[in-house]
């Protein structure tokens, strides 16, 4: 999987079929994050933990390269389909219900602007991780132009606005509320926890959707906030 700009159009163009055909466009994305993933760890043979796993797409992806996989979510719903409990655990990603440095790999797709302590969710996913392993955490960042996620772009006239604007044009309330199961975090912020994090290195930090040449905007105050689509922070677990 090249991250080039052909790419990024065809995960723009999926994207768009989110709110129609969600299968769809999930299990896209799964396949291009299991190829993001191989370029940090060999799957094959690994436990992988998807915080937030949700129906599985991704745990499903990371089957397919030979993991072994487990989806905790809070919503029993979501997890109907993994076959529980052998396939997905019922627990708040603020406080998993799993032992300490359990895992090879812990991921989360578009889970943490959905909590409303965002960083103490990273440090779980730390804290479950195995000496070696790695966290792959990826977000969307409430200032770029789908931080509303459905209510874009009216939230940056605010959440309470942008939920108001959706309703008024859709007639029902948008599923994710601003202050509710919606929370604005920052490229900034990602930034800064997992540079002073003293269990776990950076290995990479990347603009998921975008292509390579994207990367330096990630280096620019403010401008990064707006021009990153969705983070992705890559860490290892330090012995």
């Known amino acids: ?36 993933l191989r370029h940090y760890v060999t799957l094959t043979g690994k436990t992988v933990l998807d915080v937030g796993g949700g129906p599985g797409y991704f745990a499903d992806a990371f089957r397919r390269d030979g993991a072994r996989c487990l989806c905790v979510d809070v919503d029993a719903g979501e997890l109907a389909g993994q076959g529980a409990p052998s396939g997905g655990v019922l627990g708040s990603a603020l406080d998993l219900p799993l032992a300490d440095a359990s895992f090879d790999v812990c991921f989360s797709s578009n889970v943490l602007e959905h909590v409303p302590d965002p960083w103490r969710m990273a440090a779980e996913m730390t804290r479950v991780t195995r000496p070696g392993g790695l966290i792959f955490l990826a977000y969307t960042n409430w200032l770029s132009p789908w931080g509303g996620h459905e209510t ?46 003293t269990d776990a290195d950076l290995v990479d930090v990347l603009p998921r ?20 689509w969705n983070l992705v922070l890559v860490l290892r677990k330090r012995p």
Do not use: C
Not at 12 to 24: C, G, L, W
């Open 1 to 36: 999987m090249r991250a080039d700009l052909a790419r990024s159009i065809r995960l723009f163009r999926a994207f768009r079929s989110e709110q129609t055909t969600p299968s769809d466009y999930y299990t896209t994305l799964a396949a291009d994050t299991a190829a993001q």
């Open 152 to 197: 874009s772009p009216w939230h940056y006239l605010g959440g309470d606005r942008a939920a108001r604007k959706y309703e008024d044009k859709n007639g029902k309330p948008p599923k994710n509320r601003y202050g509710q199961s919606l929370y604005p975090v920052s490229v900034a912020d990602g930034l800064h926890w997992a540079r002073t994090r």
């Open 209 to 228: 959707y975008l292509p390579w040449w994207w990367r330096p905007m990630l280096k620019v105050p403010i401008v990064r906030e707006f021009a990153t």
